[in-house]
Structures are given as C-alpha cells and as structure tokens.
C-alpha cells in the first residue's frame, strides 16, 4: 500500500511501542465527591462548555454580585428622598433622581436583590411543586393522575397574567412575599405536566423494571431512579419558571399591585410611570431599570441553552 | 431428577392462558398464551423458543408476577403467583429474578456498578454496610468482572455490552433467587461475547443450583442451555422434549421452519472433512 | 479503469472504487474517533458482497462514507470515492443528487421505522419519484416494485402502522429500489426483524439482486447471514478491513479458501449448528480497541492467540493471500507454501 494517510499516517509515523494502548481506566471521581456535590459539579461544567451558557452564567453572577454588594456599591441609601426632585444624569447622580428625589442608581442597585430573590424563590418553589406533582402523577397512572392532571390543566387553562393580577388585588397590601406566593400559584403547571410526561417514559424504561426486581420503593424508585435522568428537564423548568418569575413580578410592581414602597426594578418603572417620566425628559429612568429585568431574564434563557446535555453522561465522551 | 412431588423451591405453570380483552368494540379478544404448563426444579434449564408474538414474553411475564393468567394456575412452591397481591410481589422476587433483554437499556446510566449491585443486596439480605459492599465484590467475581475494585466504581457507559449485561445478570443474582427468567439475554450481544455469557448462565445453574427459564428466539444458544425445550406457536406448545432430541427430529412444521431459518456457518459439519486440522492455537509466546 | 488483478482471466469491471478512506468522528465535545481508517475496496459490477464485524467496528460508517451519507459529526477526511467511472467524493448538492439518481441507495435498519406515519406507501413512492423529477406513470411503477418485493398492490394504500415489520422493511426496499440503483448498501436490513421474517426478507433481497442485476453491500454483524447471502466477505475489525475472501468455503482450511485473518477465524468458531451431536462455540476474550488511540500495531493484538511481536509494531497491510486478502503479520508468514498458486 501506498503512503498511507490520516490516523493510519501518525500511527506508523510514532516509533514502535509495545502493545497498542488501550483507554486507561478513568479515576472513579464518583467515589471521592458527595452526591449533591458531584450532581451540582456535573450541571455548573456542562452549562459552562457551551459559549450561550457560559455568558449566561457570567452575566447571572455579575447581577448577583450587584445585589451581594449593592450596601457597597451604592452611593446612596436607596430610600433617601432628600436631592433634588427629577434631576437629570449628573455627576452626583449617574443616573439622575427620581420624581420623589431618590437617587436612581442606589434604586437600581438595590432593586436587584428584589428580582433576584423572587427570581430564585418563586422559581425554586413552582420548580419544586412541578416535580412532585409530574412525577407523582407521571409515575402513578390511574386516581392519582387523572385528578393531578385535571388540576394541572385547569391552572393551564387560565390566563396566567389576569390570574395574577386578580389574586395580588385580593390579597393586596402583603408586598413581596404575596408576589412571590401568586408566581409560584400561576407558574408551576407547566413545568408539571413536561415532568410528568417524561416520567411516564421513563417508568416503561428496562432501568426502571430492574430496580423494581430488586426490591426498591416507590419514593426511592422516584427519587433515585427517575428524577435524576430528568436534570436537564428540572433545571430548564426551573430557569423557566424564574424568568416567569422575574417578569411577573415587574409586571405586578408595574402595575402597582405590589407594595410601592419596596425598592424593586418593577416599582422604579411604577413611580417613572406615575410621575411622567417620559414627558419630563425623564427616559433614563424607564430605561434603565428596563434593560436589567431584560438582562435577567436573558440571562436565565441563555443558561437555559446550554441545558440540554446535562441528562446525558455519554454526550462528553465518544459514542 | 426423580418425578416426586414439587419441592417449595418448583416452579409449577399449570394450563395458563392470557386473553387480552379486546381494545375496542367489535374486535375479537386476543389469545395471547393458551394451556401452557411446565415445571421447573431446582438446578433445571428450560428452554422457551419462539418468534415474536408467540407467546413466549407473556409467559415471562405471568411467571414473573408482572401480569396474571386469567386461566390456570402458576406456582412457586406453596406460593400462588397468579393471586400474589401487589405487596406480596416484593417478597416473591427474592425468590424469582429476571435478566433483561438489552444490557444498554437495563442499567441506569447515572448509577454506578456498585450501587446498580448494592440495592438488592441491601433490600432482600439486610446486610450492614461492610458486608453489602463485600457481596458486591462478591458477585462482581461470580460473574467474571474482576478485579472487583476495577469495576465497581464504573458507569455503564464505561462498559462494553457483555460487561453490562454480566452487571445485569450479578443484579439477578445479589438476592440469591432459586429461579432466574432468563429473556433473549444475550441476543443484543455481538457474538464474540455470547458464548462467556452463555457459559457464565450454564455455570450459575450447576453451582448454585438455579432454576432457570431461558426465553429466546435463538436455537444455537437454547440448545447450549438447556435440557428441555418448549417451542411456542400463537400462544400454544407446539412441541416439546429434550433440547437435542426436538432439535435433531422436530415433529412440528413450525419447528423446523424455525430450524432452516437459521443461518450456521459452521466450519466442522459443513466444509470440512475428516484430514483439515483444528483451527490454529496459541503458541506459548503469547505476549 | 485499470484492472482489478490482472491475473484473473475477465476482471469485471468495478463499479465502486474506494482508496485510502478515512473517516474521523468529531463529537462537539470528548475525543476524535476514527470510525475508518485506510479502507480501501472495489466491488464489481452485479457483485454481493458482504461486510461484517462487531458493533463498533466501522462498518456503518463505512456504508455511510461510501454512498455519501456521512453526516456531521462523521465526515470523510481523506480518500476517494469513484462510482462508475466518477469520482463523487466531492461532489455537493444537484450534482450528489443527479449520481444518486439510478447511481446509489441504502436501505437501512430502521429503515422500516423511518417510513412517514401520516403518509401511505403511495405517498412515499410519490415523494422519490417528486424528489428526482422522474417521470412516467408512478403508480404503475410503484405497484411494480411492491410486487417485486412480494407485497400486494393493495399496500400502496396502507399506513405503515398497518404494517408489519417485515412488510415495512419491504417497503423500505422497494422505495430504495424506486430510481433503479446500480449498487445498493443494505445495512443491517433484518436485525430488526423476528427470525423467520428474516430468512424470508433476505431470500427477498437475494432474488432482487440477482434480477435486477444490482450491486449489493450487505452490512452486518452476523457472520452466518452473510456467507449465506453472499459472493464475498469483508470483514472490518477496528476500522480497517482485515480479510477480504469468496463466501463459499470462507469455513474451510486456510489452503482451501478458508478464512485466514485469526479474527475471521474466530469469529467462526462463535457459531455452530444446534442440530449437531456434539456443540461448542467460542467468544473472543476481551472487547474491541478504543477508536480514538488508533494502536500503533495490529489493533487486534490484545484479543489475538497468535500475536507476535512484531504484530505490536506495525499495523497490517491487507495484502493478497490466495483467493482473497488479509491483514495479518502471521497469516501472511504461515500460509505461504506452495499451494498458493494464483498469489502476485
């Protein structure tokens, strides 16, 4: 045969060895790191190796960082009312003041921790109520899942925004934690009836039927057989619901269906709105707290892009 | 094995039939399994042969309690499968285990061997920590994975296919079953590996005295297995005798359709005569 | 063209002609593999041949390469691809088409499950027949084809749900056939299959071949079903071709056309007739290298009873050995007496 080319060129290229070399045992990693640990390891390097994830994560740290650090940061206390009313970007306010005279760039700041926290907490708590119900219902056909489902659907079939704004009415006056708990009522079903559809295809799974042959419960079954195949499924519901989260909760401030006193990004467009922003001249007051809910919420999508691969071990390695 | 009565570790499958009612109205119910029954003893291969649709998986599933006949009865010494309520299957199952068709679907890929192992270990024996962990080894060298150590922290897709499908089969084994279903286990296997596998099966019932039911499609491996065999056609036993006597003279049309089906290459009856010499061997400096 | 060996009397001409293919796999993340590493390969004109291995072993690949179906992931590095008299290699778009068009087909595995739901078999033939402007009346050529395939013309009205597997896989067959291909890749058409619809599918594919004339690639990992079907045995282990031999009498002694590469050899001895007095069969210890370090010698070393040490040192070139080739550093020492008349 004639010069041989590719991989068959750069083995016969390399001095002669001994035997070829086979793949070397990988280090068993799994027996050194605790579970949870080796799970959150697993999610943080997969999301990290794709670039829309990677910036995702970047901008989702720096937001949080800004909230950690907003005492710090921020050159004024956010509730402090005694500048000049209205005032234009300046040096002593980069971003002007507000119609109450609050420094906007301390509201900015501090806001952050607002959309952040109901971000995480309404997201959290609808992605957890999601998981139970769709794998208590996915898992079990019959009684349980039909009246889950029916539930499940009839939450679907409302629209979620009037919802919202009816329940945060009736329960007006109780600020952010009232927002978070209507979020949460309004945002879980979907991410429940995803679960629950892929729990009933992984129930059918041969996986599945050998651990019932040896001898596991029903919750362990659940818990750690079924949920862990759905990572990807669970992380991309909950960055899901949190960017619900977040534009929930700005719309309800928005509207003023919140408390308007908090400091959030949505009260800032509520009092922008209510003291004429716009027509004073005022845009930056709209813009900038409109470009950090956006910023958010495009961040948790980013990371959301780079979830895919998080159920699948093989996706790193050859197939 | 003398015909006395069934001892409490025989496994007695008694004109067992399977009608699936009909799905819609109008459609004839479907016979699935009709007047099946063998017995299996201790130490026993039995062998189930037939194409997909004859009845061969349903029965599978009838004697593994996942299913009931709705005619006849199946048994398990004094144990009556086909009226074993939901909670009783768990206790069934320590006596009755199954190995599984596709080694690539039966493995949780998140699990690693030892965990895989562990489970049934800790469920059926209650064994501490310590001692769960040593019959993880332990099963790990029954069923030729060794070193334990090598093996016990790897993840399914660290393994090749008959690897996998020896976790699977030390799964079976971890509770110490008296009767292993054995279904299609090594035809996903490519068939460089099926003969340990097979080999692994013929050893496990000699030594630990294991009943076993050997489902398949494949003759070349039923006849390696077992000693009787049962060939199903549309739910019936069509013929049924001692392995190499059915395969040497089947009475049944459908049998010997099966048999010709069959493509064998096979280098000592077909081409070669008495003078060729056995196929070359390993001389002594074998690296 | 240059002739295939110019010692045999009237070479066919080939209508396939691949030299020195490489294919690399490159997963968006985790190592490069080589699926196929330096296969080159001619098959005659109206030619059956087979191509075997363990799973694993490149052969998918290698039908994939040769009909120009790699997809990425998988993408030919290296090497050249003739079809009658053209070089396709790097042909893209209208101009693939235009070859495939009565060139090349491939009837896959799951060939029976990629069949359009919603659509009936008409449809499917429609849809070929659209795709490669092919003109003329489509239902009689469609009814033409099923019956060809032994299905009846009332199928073409059917759902594939309507079907079964068997029929399915027909179908499959027929669809491919639809443009009159000169070579066409079957890969693994009856794994999926039970064992008597099988035998009767492949008996269908045989009686195809030998009317119509086509040239046939069967790929698969069962060795039985390929010297049963068969003009000739390629038989891949780790992305190279090691053995390359006639059907008849590749299960008889080395001398006599019997299988030379201790692979082949083995790989026999993992089948035997249940109907013998006496069985036995053997696996192969031991699994497949790892296709992302291609070895430094003959990839088979680690599982070979024969290796020597040189085998560690270079990798076998497929090199003529009596009525066929092997890629073996002993095989090509040990078979070398005289009975090799016809060897270069």
């Known amino acids: 045969m004639t010069a041989p080319v590719g991989p068959a060129a750069a083995s016969t290229g390399t001095a002669p060895a001994g035997p070829p070399p086979l793949a070397s045992p990988t280090p068993p990693l799994a027996a050194v790191l605790p579970r949870p640990a080796l799970v959150a390891g697993r999610v943080l390097a997969t999301l990290w190796a794709d670039r829309k994830a990677r910036i995702g994560l970047i901008v989702l740290a720096a937001l949080i960082g800004v909230a950690l650090l907003a005492p710090v940061i921020s050159p004024f206390p956010p509730g402090d009312a005694n500048f000049a009313r209205s005032l234009s970007p300046s040096g002593a306010h980069l971003l002007g003041t507000t119609g109450s005279g609050q420094d906007a760039l301390s509201q900015l700041l501090w806001g952050a921790r607002v959309s952040l926290l109901v971000g995480f907490v309404a997201g959290a708590a609808a992605s957890v109520i999601a998981i139970v119900v769709g794998l208590v219902a996915g898992y079990l056909p019959g009684a349980a899942d039909e009246v889950l489902m029916f539930v499940t659907n009839l939450t679907l079939a409302i629209p979620a925004l009037p919802l919202m704004i009816v329940l945060a009415v009736y329960l007006s006056g109780g600020g952010v934690k009232v927002i978070v708990l209507v979020i949460i009522v309004t945002s879980w079903a979907t991410g429940a009836r995803v679960i629950r559809s892929q729990t009933a295809t992984l129930r059918t799974r041969d996986f599945i039927a050998l651990a019932q042959f040896g001898g596991e419960r029903l919750h362990r079954i659940v818990f750690r057989e079924v949920l862990p195949n759905m990572t990807s499924l669970v992380t991309a519901n909950f960055f899901a619901a949190a960017t619900a989260a977040v534009l929930g909760e700005a719309g309800l401030e928005f509207l003023g269906l919140g408390n308007p006193t908090t400091v959030s990004w949505g009260t800032m467009l509520y009092w922008a709105q209510n003291s004429g922003a716009l027509l004073t001249g005022q845009w930056v007051l709209i813009l900038a707290p409109g470009l950090a809910i956006a910023l958010l919420a495009a961040a948790f999508s980013l990371i959301n892009f780079g979830v895919d691969a998080l159920s699948n071990p093989r996706l790193r390695e050859k197939s | ?287 | ?344």
């Open chain 2, 1 to 287: 094995m003398p015909a006395d009565a069934p001892t409490n570790n025989t496994l007695t499958v008694e004109k067992a039939g399977k009608v699936y009612r009909a799905r819609r109205r109008g459609e004839a119910p479907v016979t699935a399994l009709d007047d099946v029954s063998l017995t299996l003893r201790p130490g026993d291969a039995v062998g189930l042969v037939g194409a997909s649709g004859s009845g061969k998986s349903t029965l599978a599933r009838l004697i593994t309690g996942l299913d009931r006949p709705t005619s006849g009865t199946i048994s398990f010494g004094p144990l009556r499968v086909d009226r074993l309520p939901r909670r009783g299957l768990r206790g069934f199952r320590k006596h009755v285990q199954m190995v599984f068709q596709d080694p690539y679907a039966a493995l949780n890929p998140l699990h690693t061997v030892g965990y895989t192992l562990s489970r049934p270990v800790a469920n059926y024996l209650r064994l501490g920590h310590q001692a769960t962990a040593n019959r993880v080894d332990e099963l790990l060298d029954t069923v030729g994975l060794t070193p334990a150590a090598q093996f016990r922290d790897k993840l399914p897709h660290q393994l090749s296919g008959g690897q996998r499908q020896r976790v699977v089969i030390a799964h079976a084994l971890a509770c110490e079953p008296r009767v292993i279903v054995a279904d299609e286990p090594v035809s996903m296997l490519d068939v460089s590996l099926r003969a340990g596998v097979l080999r692994l099966l013929e050893r496990l019932r000699h030594e630990q005295r294991i009943g076993m039911l050997y489902i398949t499609h494949d003759l070349l491996s039923a006849r390696l297995v077992t000693d009787e065999l049962l060939v199903l056609h549309d739910g019936r036993v069509v013929e049924r005798g001692p392995t190499k006597q059915v395969l040497q003279h089947p009475s049944d049309p459908y049998t010997r359709q099966l048999l010709a089906a069959l493509p064998t290459p096979t280098p000592t009856s077909r081409s070669r005569s008495g003078r060729s010499n056995p196929p070359p061997t390993a001389p002594g400096d074998t690296p």
């Open chain 3, 1 to 344: 063209m240059t002739r295939a060996n110019p010692q045999r009397p009237i070479p066919p001409e080939p209508i396939l002609r691949a030299k020195g293919l490489n294919v690399v796999y490159e997963p968006a993340r985790g190592a490069r593999i080589w699926p196929v590493r330096d296969v080159s390969l001619e098959l005659a004109e109206g030619e059956f041949a087979g191509l075997v291995g363990e799973s694993g072993c490149g052969k998918s690949t290698l039908g994939y390469a040769l009909t120009r179906m790699l997809r990425p992931p998988a993408k030919l590095e290296s090497g050249s691809i003739w079809f009658g008299g053209t070089d396709i290699t790097a042909l893209e778009g209208e101009e693939l088409r235009r070859h495939r068009r009565g060139g090349f087909a491939l009837v896959l595995q799951s060939g029976m499950n990629a069949l359009n739901p919603v659509r009936t078999v008409e449809g499917h033939f429609a849809d070929v027949f659209r795709a490669h402007r092919r003109a003329g009346p489509h239902a009689t050529l469609a009814q033409e084809l099923l019956d060809r395939v032994h299905l009846p013309a009332a199928t073409l009205r059917r759902y594939p749900h309507e079907l079964s597997g068997g029929m399915r896989q027909r179908v499959a067959i027929a669809v491919a056939l639809a443009l009159g291909p000169r070579l066409v890749v079957f890969d693994e058409p009856t794994t999926a299959l039970d064992v008597i619809v099988q035998g009767a599918v492949m008996d269908t594919i045989r009686e195809l071949q030998r009317d119509a004339g086509f040239t046939a690639l069967l790929i698969s990992h069962d060795l039985g079903l390929v010297l049963e079907a068969t003009d000739r045995v390629l038989v891949m282990y780790a992305g190279r071709i090691v053995e390359d031999r006639p059907s008849a009498g590749l299960t008889g002694d080395p001398g006599a056309g019997g299988a030379r590469h201790p692979y082949t050899r083995a790989l026999l001895r993992c089948y035997g007739d249940p109907r013998a007095d006496e069985v036995h069969i053997e696996g192969i210890p031991g699994s497949p290298p790892d296709l992302s370090q291609p070895p430094g010698g003959c990839p088979y070393v680690p599982r070979c009873p024969l290796a020597e040490p040189v085998c560690g040192q270079s990798d076998p070139d497929l090199t003529r050995r009596g009525n066929g080739a092997t890629a073996c550093h002993v095989a090509a020492r040990e078979a070398e007496p005289a009975k090799d008349h016809d060897a270069g």
